[in-house]
């Protein structure tokens, strides 16, 4: 078969010139390849994971409740507001890790596994019909602990009494917090094995599943009042706490849904902005190609060639890189996706069923892999084509000057060294060649600081939160505890200099209209805590004084639209009610909402003078202790509370209950810094590229200066520092853009995560380190281009004449 000769010419090129074609192949493979990876993996995630969540009859509400038996949950059942509720137990205890030590067990006992109404779980291995003495536990918490079916474990329940079960089962639950979120253990057993244990047989929760507008928040919150009060409490059961699964999520949808769905917008707008700097480099490219073959095109319009068979021929060059970029791009983005679905399945704790890569995905790829480079093509090949044939043939190598005033200003600049005074002057030659690659580099470097700040402002995040939890360890205690007795008894442990006790019940808002608002917090404390640092936005803290005053977090502003500083509102918890005055507003908590007020005003409200709940201790008034110390605090606290019979409970510490949280974050912002370098990346070899044109446009100037005794040195310094000076100035362009990203990627990623408010911390680490990045990168990419201009005598430059 004859192939006509100009599309020989241009195969011949591609091959012979086999590292650039390489670079802009992987740079639009890249970008491609990010924006198919990422869309991809949501995809996989939306069926694996939402389907699999909805085919498990998701609870629309929990209630936890005093203890209950099987007749309140046949009562709940027979109202028709309701299409299914299971009832569970859930236990809190211990399990010994193969390390010897006590990791914490959620331990939820069912009248029979295998028969669950609503939040299913699956076998993995073994049964799920479980005798007395077994134990069936969650997947990833037995990968976690190494536990396999066959395996004998020791829990502990409350007073340290011990028991061993027998694993009979491996289950998945997708409707639990997974252990590698928080680090608990989950168990599930029946109510005999319970019995044995010691343990009374009742329930104290309810899954329910609403029959009507299942996924209306307003609605299932509404279900769950009416369930309170014509079924639960007329029975003579309290509602401990109500409300929607999840972090913040709507009714029915998996409790890390908007979480995912956000962080994956995230990375789609980041594989954006991956495929826009591989459009740069593409022009990049074929500027270079135009350039180098600049007398050729002389050459071939002087035999009779036409302008539009020069454009087509140039446009089928960059055809066939599109091609090859999308053949690298298409496997690459679906091994992408399969990495990506991957890591928020073992996250998240679901299963892939099938990888692959949909149509609608595929369609994307191949139509930004075709219409992309070619778009961004269009400029340089029409200008580069436009030439003519005096100026292809006879003015190559040699580089224009400019006229403007940059340019008028550098040839004033003389009290440099030479090569930094052609290197300054020559950077500003091609001003559009410039703009193209600082653009690249500058996204690149915006991105890098942005993802830079966000770490730095969820850390500011996790500390304001970690003011309202101010304590070394805390404790539970049975209900009636008395304030003095557990604060003396605290007091006593010489490890411990503060102890103060708190108060917590479970109450709503009764609005005017005689509505009530959801469930939430109300905490009873001393007026002058230590165990707490309120971040104020508003008003002030509680005074000794304040006997119908109380202090309200942002939370609880989101969700009851009028409520400001001077409102007035009633608070009821159970039967009782009184009107408070809000003073003062805090910071959001990850808790949700939560009203504080001074202790004597709570024990009127609940009618518990002198009663707490927790006790909250500190070893040093100045400081919290470390990791370890708060260790034996919390150790000594447990022993010292069980002794005195006082509390049975397991204490929990500080560095506990935020170590997991920031390892989500760690990750996250891994996977972010991935994308990020990925950008530097295509920043670099668009910057190589630049360079490399330059050298080819001043080959006679690089000639002369040959003749004139210039050594490889004075050559290489030459490119080197022009290489040095597009980082630095994109060093600069970055780092005012990166303010505004920075802003926008730390709001995008705190909202998707904590759905909180940012507190936005700019990274000025991020800044310096990105400096010494980008200037590794401008030298690196400097030094081939600079070797090939120092390999340039005065014959070969002669010989282009």
Partial sequence: MHIPTRWMKILKDIWSNRSRSLLVIFSIAIGVASVGMITNAGIMVQRDLYGSFAEGNPASLEIYTSPFQRDLTSA?????????????????????????????????????????????????????????????????????????????????????????????????????????????????VNLESLKWMGEPSYYNKLDVVVAENKYDQEHVLEVGNIIRDRVIEPSGYRVGSMGVPGLGSDPGKHWAGDQIDGFLLILQIMGVMAVLLSGGLVVNTVSAILVQQIRQIGIMRSIGAVRSQ?????????????????????????????????????????????????????TLQITLGLLMPLGVAIYPILSGTRMSVYDAIYQYGIGS????????????????APPVVLALRNTFRNKARLVFTLLTLTLAGAMFIAVFSTRASLTVQIENIARYVAFDAALGLPFGSKKQTVEREALRIPEISVAEGWAQSIGVIVREDGSESGELEIVGLPYDAVTIEPLM????????????????????????????????????????QRTYQVVGVTSKHLSGSRIYMEYGSFGQLTNRPNQVDTIRVRGNLEAIGSSAEQDVIAFQLENRFENASLSKSSSITRHAIFGDFTDVFDLILVV??????????????????????????????????????????????????????????????????????????????????????????????????????????????????????????????????
């Fill in 537 to 576: 936005l508003e008003g002030r803290w509680l005074e000794a004084s304040d006997t119908n005053k109380i202090v309200v977090n942002d939370d609880l502003l989101d969700e009851e639209s009028g409520l400001a500083i001077g409102s007035e509102i009633t608070l009821k918890i159970g039967s009782r």
């Fill in 401 to 416: 000057e400019g006229s403007g005033w940059l340019d008028r200003a550098l040839m004033r600049v003389r009290n440099l």
């Fill in 310 to 362: 020069l454009i087509a021929m140039y446009f089928f060059n960059v055809l066939a890189y599109s091609v090859l970029g999308l053949a690298v791009a298409l496997p690459l983005g679906l091994l992408g996706s399969w990495w990506l679905a991957e890591f928020a399945a073992g996250f998240v704790n679901f299963d892939l069923t099938t990888v692959n890569i949909s149509w609608q995905v595929m």
């Fill in 76 to 188: 709940v059942d027979a109202m028709r507001e309701v299409e299914d509720v299971q009832a569970r137990r859930v236990e809190r205890a211990s399990v010994l890790n193969g390390d010897g030590e006590w990791d914490d067990l959620a331990l939820n006992a069912f009248p029979d596994l295998t028969d669950l109404k609503v939040n299913r779980v699956d076998l993995v291995e073994g049964s799920m019909s479980l005798g007395v003495r077994e134990i069936a536990i969650e997947r990833q918490s037995a990968e976690g602990l190494g536990i396999a079916v066959g395996d004998t474990i020791t829990i502990k329940m409350e007073g340290d009494r011990t028991y061993d079960l027998e694993v009979v089962g491996i289950v998945h639950d997708l409707y639990g917090m997974p252990y590698a979120l928080l680090g608990e253990v989950t168990g599930y």
């Fill in 672 to 801: 972010l810094m991935i994308m990020a370098g990925l950008l530097a990346l295509v920043g670099g070899l668009g910057l190589t590229g630049t360079l490399g044109i330059n050298v080819l446009e001043r080959t006679r100037e690089i000639g002369v200066l040959r003749a004139v005794g210039a050594s490889n040195m004075s050559v290489r310094q030459v490119i080197v520092i022009e290489g040095v000076v597009v980082g630095l100035i994109s060093w600069v362009l970055g780092a005012l853009l990166s303010g505004p990203s920075g802003r926008a990627l730390a709001g995008a990623v705190v909202n998707a995560v904590m759905q909180a408010d940012l507190i936005y911390t700019y990274s000025f680490a991020g800044l310096l380190l990105w400096l010494v990045v980008v200037g590794f990168i401008a030298v690196f990419s400097s030094l081939a281009p600079a070797r090939r201009a120092a390999r340039l005598t005065v014959r070969e430059v002669l010989d282009y004449e």
